[in-house]
């Protein structure tokens, strides 16, 4: 019997376990953390004969002929190196489902921003045409989830460089990038590294789809010649000319039909349309789902609106060029939220905006201070340190009252680490205190 450790017990171990002993394999799961979620769930799978440890770090104790790893697990986690020197295959849960799922054609979405809208576009518009095709990945849930359900016609996987980096030999059908820029440095090192990243997916894939208008890879056209570039300013085989999105010339829907806020979002729609296109969708069904899409939660979501004041919860704005996306697309003046879990990035166009077009700024978080003295050297005083988001709601709305603001904007600029599991509980939680604080 084949033997596999599983290094991780979040979603995406969840799913490579059950794909791992339903097809026979002898499966341990290794977790460091040990909370009673994870005993319940641990508890189920030894009653399915999976051995669980809980509560210590990785490190392979006997040979397994494959190890795989979730997400947030570094690469050169000292026990995978163990585990590749002792001959075990080391593979992520993408490319794990990628050995049962490589003969479906697949969409994979990547990109520092933008991909969740995209893959979600994508989506719908699959929906639309009458196919199953489900959107997993880094959005929704694992892709080894598809294992255990009827074959899909097309997987839709948005990808992050931790998926990407543990799946090489991924070839999706369709390969998307949306955006660049620094990000997640703390694991990848260097900016080419993480570039680097990106790049070997869509190297890989049949066809590749690039945003034209984003600065670096506008700046790497000649790299890619066989890529379909999209465009909102240039002549591009998908781009806007006239009021209209057109593919190769022929429109296909007026740009004003578009109900996502923002020139960014209308990049992530010219990319969705070429996605499709190429995967042979028929027009009437793409310009359908792009009438149809509204966008997804904690991207420009508007969670309320109480005195003409509008509150929108952009948690998904994680780095400096997303929360600086969020405040050109939402309507000022506007009290801003920001805070978390500090990022390396530039921040200089972020702070020149929040500087433009921000009454008053509520701090929370481990950044709160960073971003005060930033503020401060600016000559910018409208902001408080609020330290957490329960009182920075709070203070929002009476500052927004008071200034006659249009907008509450929760776009952080950083991780939510600092105080929430993730970007969606923090989302979720800021969502919460504005129907609380309205009711």
């Known amino acids: ?48 004969g999976v051995r669980v440890h809980l509560g210590v770090d990785y490190s392979p104790h006997a040979t397994a002929d494959l190890v795989v790893v979730s997400p947030g697990v570094p690469w050169n986690h000292p026990g995978l190196r163990a585990a590749r020197a002792q001959g075990s295959e080391v593979i992520g849960e993408v490319q794990l489902a ?45 892709v080894s989830e598809l294992l255990s359900g009827p074959p899909p016609d097309w997987v839709i996987a948005e990808l992050s460089s931790f998926q990407i980096e543990s799946a090489a030999a991924l070839s999706p059908r369709i390969a998307v990038w949306t955006t660049f820029s620094p990000d997640h440095l703390n694991r990848h090192g260097t900016l080419e590294a ?34 379909v570039w999209t465009s909102l300013h240039e002549p591009a085989p998908v781009c806007v000319d006239a009021g209209y999105i057109v593919i190769e010339g022929e429109p296909l829907i007026e740009v004003a039909a578009v109900r996502l806020p923002g020139r960014h979002n209308l990049q992530n729609v010219l990319m969705a349309v070429a996605a499709t296109w190429k995967a042979g969708i028929a027009p009437a069904a793409i310009a359908a789902g792009v009438r149809a899409f509204t966008g997804v939660p904690h991207r420009l979501e508007v969670v309320a609106e109480q005195e003409n004041i509008v509150f929108i919860n952009d948690s998904k704005a994680t780095n400096y060029d997303a929360a600086l996306m969020g405040l050109e697309a939402t309507e000022g003046p506007m009290v801003l939220i920001c805070g978390g879990q500090s990022k390396q990035g530039d921040p200089a166009a972020w702070l020149r905006a929040v500087e433009e077009r921000c009454s008053s700024v509520m701090l929370i978080g481990e950044a709160a201070g960073l971003f005060a003295d930033w503020l401060a050297q600016r000559g910018y005083t409208s902001f408080v340190d609020c330290g957490d988001i329960e009182h920075a709601v709070k203070s929002a709305w009476q500052a927004a009252q008071k200034a006659h603001a249009r907008s509450v904007l929760f776009s952080p600029a950083c991780a939510s680490y600092d105080q929430f599991r993730n970007f969606e509980e923090r989302g979720d939680r800021f969502r919460q205190l504005v129907h609380d604080l309205l009711s």
């Not at 026979?24 to 030894?46: C, I, K």
């Not at 969409?107 to 639309?128: D, H, P, S």
């Not at 034209?212 to 890879?217: P, Q, S």
């Open 1 to 48: 019997m084949s033997r596999a450790d599983v290094i991780g017990l979040g979603k995406s171990g969840m799913a490579a376990v059950k794909a791992l002993h339903q097809r026979g394999w002898e499966v341990a799961v290794f977790d460091r953390a040990e909370t009673p979620t994870l005993r319940q769930a641990g508890s189920h799978l030894t009653d399915l």
């Open 98 to 142: 990628w050995r049962w799922l490589a003969p479906c054609p697949w969409i994979a979405v990547t990109g520092t921003n933008g991909k969740t809208t995209t893959t979600a576009l994508i989506g719908r518009i699959f929906a639309e045409a009458g196919l199953y095709a489900p959107v997993c990945g880094n959005i929704g849930y694992p």
């Open 194 to 227: 993480y570039a680097e990243i990106k790049a070997g997916l869509l190297r890989r894939s049949h066809q590749s789809i690039l945003n034209g208008d984003d600065v670096y890879l506008h700046e790497h056209l000649q790299d890619w010649p066989d890529a």
